[in-house]
């Protein structure tokens, strides 16, 4: 990311996101590992 205005426009875009229409399922479900790479990636 350019700039930490683009990075919280990312961040809150994730957050937002249905997830649990996907095969991930709702974020408060998804496996530790998933929730580590996103921390990694700075969007958990």
């Known amino acids: 990311m350019d700039t930490k ?3 919280a426009n990312m961040i809150e875009k ?7 229409l996907t095969s991930l399922g709702p974020m408060d479900l998804w496996e530790p590992a ?7 990636q700075k969007f958990y």
């Open 5 to 7: 205005s683009e990075e």
């Open 34 to 40: 998933i929730k580590t790479a996103m921390r990694i």
């Open 14 to 20: 994730v957050y937002n996101f249905d997830w649990s």
